[in-house]
């Protein structure tokens, strides 16, 4: 069995409310659009826990965002973010390559800089409205999947 359909089968079959884990997953959706790479795992298991949500569809949630997607889903929300903010993205590459130790730091973060409020309120908008959709399409797919057996039959 692939993994995207281990992950789904055990979206389907947690023991909670639909509600509770749309909500759990969407919120890990948002995570996983998160600026700060590299800290979504942890997150989603704080917010699990502090809000007693389903830690499994948290992290489900936040893993949407991993090494092969990263540069996508980033780019979009960036590239979004800058048409938001009226910012350039053309020349948004011009770095001498060539250039080595401090002197590279120094010219990509010179570089990049123009873009970090771009990176920011583009992916938190993306994050936010990837969130709203699996929310309610996570929520209807368990509802209808849950109207549909027979009651009194566990969830199987």
Same mark, same amino acid.
């Given at each position: 069995?692939?993994?995207?359909?281990?992950?789904? !089968?055990?979206?389907?079959?947690?023991?909670?409310?639909?509600?509770?884990?749309?909500?759990?997953?969407?919120? *890990?959706?948002?995570?996983?659009?998160?600026?700060?790479?590299?800290?979504?795992?942890?997150?989603?298991?704080?917010?699990?826990?502090?809000?007693?949500?389903?830690?499994?569809?948290?992290?489900?949630?936040?893993?949407?965002?991993?090494?092969?997607?990263?540069?996508?889903?980033?780019?979009? *929300?960036?590239?979004?973010?800058?048409?938001?903010?009226?910012?350039?993205?053309?020349?948004?590459?011009?770095?001498?390559?060539?250039? !080595?130790?401090?002197?590279?730091?120094?010219?990509?973060?010179?570089?990049?800089?123009?873009?970090?409020?771009?990176?920011?309120?583009?992916?938190?908008?993306?994050?936010?409205?990837? *969130?709203?959709?699996?929310?309610?399409?996570?929520?209807?797919?368990?509802?209808?999947?849950?109207?549909?057996?027979?009651? *009194?039959?566990?969830?199987?």
């Amino acid at each position: 069995m692939s993994r995207i359909a281990s992950a789904v !089968k055990l979206l389907l079959h947690v023991d909670d409310s639909p509600h509770r884990i749309a909500l759990a997953f969407a919120i *890990g959706i948002w995570i996983a659009f998160f600026p700060i790479w590299g800290i979504h795992t942890a997150m989603a298991l704080a917010i699990a826990f502090l809000f007693r949500l389903s830690r499994a569809a948290m992290v489900l949630g936040a893993w949407v965002n991993n090494p092969w997607t990263v540069a996508p889903f980033y780019t979009a *929300g960036t590239v979004l973010g800058c048409w938001l903010l009226r910012v350039p993205v053309e020349g948004s590459l011009d770095l001498d390559w060539t250039l !080595k130790g401090w002197a590279f730091l120094e010219a990509l973060v010179r570089t990049l800089r123009p873009y970090l409020w771009p990176f920011l309120v583009g992916n938190t908008i993306v994050g936010v409205a990837a *969130g709203v959709v699996a929310y309610f399409g996570l929520r209807w797919v368990l509802e209808r999947r849950r109207r549909a057996q027979p009651s *009194g039959g566990s969830a199987s």
